[in-house]
């Protein structure tokens, strides 16, 4: 139980300071700074300070949900229960790759499910409102769930943990790709306003995607690709 604790509250404030320094550092320099895209266009709604507080108050709360999942792994590994491993000769250094991409797929499959149920009437409400507070998401918003949002989206990682093989080197990429891409797709605004019409960016979520899911609930569930949105209609 000591051992759990101590997990958790490190955890707690490695979570916490990465979004801050993450989501702060992104918001300054997209939104407040003097060279700020939002400063150079009036296009673009400067978002309610209001909402960022929100914002940043439910993401505390996930961050707790989050670290309570983190430690919840940790304390299993400890205990030898898990499949991570730290040495690349165990499957070899091709297992990398494919166990990085493998787990991304998995990831973006349940995502998409598990986010279209999060906005059935019965439970969207106490599962997934509070991060659509914001019509126009900012960096702030890229982190803030619900608790029980994100102790379920947290509780993958415990899941994934059990089932597939993973490299230390591995479950620390993917989960610094997730960070970067939820940041990327809830900026607000195109960083690169070409891409989503390109071959290739049509198949990955982009900012835009993301802040029209905002707005219009139906659409665009995916996290990291627009197949399943492709396939199922919600394109």
């Not at 759990?4 to 979570?15: A, D, E, G, M, N």
Request: charged share 10%; proline share 3%; hydrophobic share 50%.
């Amino acid at each position: 139980m000591k051992l759990w604790l101590y997990y958790l509250i490190t955890f707690f404030v490695i979570i916490l300071t990465r979004y801050l320094l993450i989501a702060g550092g992104t918001y300054w320099l997209f939104y407040t700074s003097e060279k700020s895209i939002i400063k150079q266009s009036l296009a673009l709604k400067h978002p309610q300070q209001k909402l960022i507080q929100k914002d940043i108050a439910l993401s505390i709360t996930a961050t707790v949900a989050t670290a309570i999942c983190a430690a919840l792994v940790m304390t299993i590994y400890d205990f030898g229960a898990t499949r991570l491993y730290s040495s690349i000769e165990d499957y070899g250094a091709w297992y990398l790759i494919v166990s990085f991409f493998g787990v991304i797929l998995l990831q973006d499959t349940s995502y998409y499910f598990f986010h279209r149920g999060f906005h059935h009437p019965l439970v969207y409400n106490w599962l997934h409102r509070g991060h659509h507070r914001s019509k126009n998401p900012t960096p702030w918003t890229s982190f803030a769930l619900d608790f029980p949002e994100a102790l379920i989206q947290g509780l993958f990682l415990v899941a994934i943990v059990f089932i597939v093989p993973l490299h230390f080197a591995v479950l620390a990429l993917w989960l610094i790709t997730m960070t970067i891409w939820s940041l990327m797709t809830h900026l607000g605004f195109e960083l690169f306003p070409a891409f989503p019409s390109h071959w290739f960016g049509k198949w990955l979520i982009s900012s835009d995607h993301h802040s029209l899911h905002h707005r219009q609930y139906s659409k665009h569930y995916g996290l990291y690709f627009t197949f399943w949105d492709r396939l199922l209609g919600t394109n």
